[in-house]
Nanobody, 126 residues
Framework: QVQLVESGGGSVQAGGSLRLSCAAS????????MGWFRQAPGKEREGVAA????????YYADSVKGRFTTSQDNAKKTVYLQMNSLEHGETAMYYC???????????????????WGQGDQVTVSS
């Protein structure tokens, strides 16, 4: 049974930082695309960042480039999303996702992913 467990969410003031973790189990972690998405109330789920676990290539939405960094610890089957300079409008539920298609294509499209975590709330206050 595939499980993706996110942690690290919480509340932070605008300009602050948080680091999300996503631990994978029951899944062929290596050589697949792992992504981060977010969904604010009333809005569509959007891709934020992704990493190809086979080689470490990373992908980012334009809105987070230079502020967010995704990384991996293959020994722990865990990916991370370091979020700096958070903005009030980035309050959302953040999800990690795991693909089964090998390398990321764009890394930011929903169709690339088969498995999803339960989500972790990030609240950014102004």
């Amino acid at each position: 049974q595939v499980q993706l467990v996110e942690s690290g969410g919480g509340s932070v003031q605008a300009g602050g930082s948080l680091r999300l973790s996503c631990a994978a189990s029951g899944y062929t972690y290596s050589s697949n695309c792992m992504g981060w998405f977010r969904q604010a109330p009333g809005k569509e789920r959007e891709g934020v960042a992704a990493i190809y676990t086979g080689g470490g290539s990373t992908y980012y939405a334009d809105s987070v480039k230079g502020r967010f960094t995704t990384s991996q610890d293959n020994a722990k089957k865990t990916v991370y999303l370091q979020m700096n300079s958070l903005e009030h409008g980035e309050t959302a539920m953040y999800y990690c996702a795991a693909g089964m298609l090998g390398p990321c294509v764009s890394g930011l499209d929903l169709y690339e992913y088969k498995f999803w975590g339960q989500g972790d709330q990030v609240t950014v206050s102004s």
